[in-house]
């Protein structure tokens, strides 16, 4: 297998009429597989989230910003979350992860739908600094890329072409992981938008291709040869959580003085896991007697 990073690239296209974001993904889904011990269509389907929420956070200016991408749809999984940053790091869970569900028959791919659901909400909270944007639409697939270019042409008023797709392979690991959003500007002619909408061929087959081995700099030749692409900033990508032991104290803080004493009184200690990275932060007695100390305060 060739060197290679997972990364989020920026490029402008047709002159500045559009710009496009690219993500390789294929080891921090591949670290999300392995954390929450995934099943293969959940690994498909966690994997398009946590690139969903990357291409959301990638327009966040605030430096400590982030994106916080919701598919509750009915299905087996239940709730599949992630947050990224406009960094490029990104966590995700799946509620039920293994749930699993057939290869579908017609195509022979991973049933995302079927293990989503699309009866529910696909709900995307973006924290750009100020009051938290919240936008929510009804699933129209289940398949995480056309739910994800729904929400930004009605929330956001952004038309746009989406693409994710994770290759499983036949041991379960992760063989690939690519994501593509096409976004025109406002005053795009109406001509580059038909040009741009001539990609989707190529820009559908992306995970395919960098699964046999192209590079990302050729696939993304290849999906925009003739439309003036230039890239203008390219990130690492990483499967990153930020809990930590004061975090989870505060958590314990803000359950209040009343449920505080009943833990004491009735376990005697308390053990918190973390939903994204499954670390565990134990606190003993003396450490919840401190804590109600501090919510006496």
């Known amino acids: ?65 982030d994106a916080t991408v919701t598919i509750d749809g009915g299905g087996p999984a239940g709730k599949v979350i992630a947050i990224a940053t406009p960094h490029g790091t990104v966590r995700g869970y799946v509620q039920y992860p293994q749930a699993n569900c057939p290869v579908r028959q017609s195509d022979h791919k991973l049933d995302v739908s079927g293990v989503l659901g699309c009866q529910g909400s696909l709900t995307v909270i973006k924290d750009n600094g100020g009051e938290p944007y919240i936008g929510r639409v009804a699933l ?12 930004f042409a009605l929330s956001e008023q952004r038309p746009c072409l989406v693409f994710l797709g994770v290759l499983v392979d036949v041991d379960g690991t992760v063989k690939s992981a690519g994501g593509l959003g096409v ?59 930020t809990c930590s032991r004061e975090r989870m104290e505060r958590a314990l803080l803000s359950m209040g003085e009343a449920d505080l004493r009943e833990i004491i009184e009735q376990d005697g200690q308390a053990e918190l896991t973390c939903q994204f990275c499954h670390a565990r932060h134990h606190f003993t007695r003396e450490q919840l007697t401190e804590l109600l100390e501090k919510a006496k305060a």
């Open 1 to 65: 297998m060739q060197d290679r990073q997972d990364t989020i690239r920026h490029l402008s296209l047709c002159g500045g009429q559009a710009y496009a974001v690219a993500i390789d993904a294929r080891d921090l889904v591949e670290q999300a597989r392995r954390i929450h011990a995934l099943s293969p269509t959940n690994t498909a389907a966690l994997g398009r989230t946590m690139m969903g929420a990357l291409l959301c956070a990638s327009d966040i200016k605030f430096d400590c910003g």
């Open 183 to 241: 976004f025109p500007l406002p005053g795009c002619a109406e001509a580059t938008i038909e040009e741009l909408e001539h990609t989707i061929p190529l820009a559908a087959e992306l995970s395919h291709m960098l699964g046999e081995g192209t590079s990302m700099d050729d696939c993304l030749s290849l999906i925009f040869a003739g439309l003036d692409a230039r890239q203008t900033q390219c990130l690492p990508a990483r499967y990153q959580c």
């Open 140 to 151: 129209q697939s289940g398949e995480v890329a056309e739910d994800l270019a729904y929400y």
